[in-house]
C-alpha cells in the first residue's frame, strides 16, 4: 500500500530523472558555456601572459651582416642560434615567436648559412626596425599627459599645517645622543 507521501517522492525522483535526460544533449556545449560565464559574456577576458621565446633579430642586425664573417662575429653581432643542428653544422637559425593576448602571434626566421668557418648568406623573414620592434611591445594606452610631480608652496603648507610637520615639531623632537667615546679591545690580537 503506497502512501501519498510515497508518490510524491517517486513523482520528484521521475521528474529529476527527466530533466536530467533533457540537459544531456546539452553536456557538448557546456565548455562554450562555462567560457561566455568566465568571460562574463565576453565582456571581460582574463589575463593571459604574454609568450616571447627565441631570439630577437631586428633589421639592423641583419645589415650589420658581411660575406666573410667569421662564426664568432656573426654570434657577437646576432647572439646565439636557437637552432645549431648536427646534422647541419653550416647553418644557424633563428627563430622569434611572440604571442600576445588579442593580437596576432608574430613569428620571424632568421637563417644564416656558412661556407666553412666564413659567412656565406643570409635568409630572413621581414624584419621590423628596432625602434619599430620596441614600439610594437608598447601597448598601453596614453591617457594624455602626466600630471606634474611637484607640489606647490601653498599645497607644501596646507600639509604641514594639517599634519602638524614643519620647523615647530623638527624643533620639539629630541637631539640624537653624542657619540660614545669609549674605546673597545680590538678583534683580533696583534
Do not use: K
Not at 12 to 36: I, Q, R
Not at 37 to 56: A, E, F, H, K, M
Not at 160 to 186: D, I, K, L, M
Amino acid at each position: 500500500m503506497s502512501t501519498p507521501f510515497s508518490n510524491r517522492l517517486r513523482l520528484a525522483g521521475a521528474g529529476a530523472l527527466a530533466a536530467a535526460a533533457l540537459t544531456l544533449p546539452g553536456c557538448a556545449s557546456l565548455n562554450d558555456a562555462s567560457t561566455s560565464l568566465s568571460t562574463l559574456g565576453g565582456l571581460i577576458t582574463p589575463y593571459r601572459i604574454d609568450i616571447v621565446q627565441g631570439n630577437v633579430v631586428v633589421r639592423e642586425q641583419v645589415e650589420a651582416l658581411q660575406p666573410g664573417m667569421s662564426r664568432e662575429q656573426v654570434r657577437n653581432i646576432l647572439g646565439t642560434p636557437l637552432v645549431a643542428s648536427a646534422f647541419h653544422a653550416d647553418r644557424w637559425d633563428y627563430v622569434f615567436t611572440f604571442r600576445r593576448q588579442g593580437q596576432e602571434p608574430q613569428q620571424r626566421r632568421v637563417s644564416v648559412f656558412f661556407e666553412g668557418p666564413l659567412l656565406q648568406r643570409v635568409e630572413a623573414d621581414e624584419l621590423p626596425t628596432e625602434e619599430e620592434f620596441v614600439a610594437s611591445l608598447d601597448t598601453r594606452r596614453r591617457m594624455g599627459r602626466a600630471p606634474a610631480l611637484e607640489a606647490t608652496e601653498e599645497q607644501l603648507r596646507a600639509f604641514h599645517e594639517r599634519y602638524n610637520t614643519g620647523a615647530a615639531t623638527a624643533a620639539a623632537r629630541p637631539a640624537p645622543p653624542a657619540p660614545s667615546t669609549a674605546s673597545y679591545p680590538p678583534l683580533e690580537p696583534r
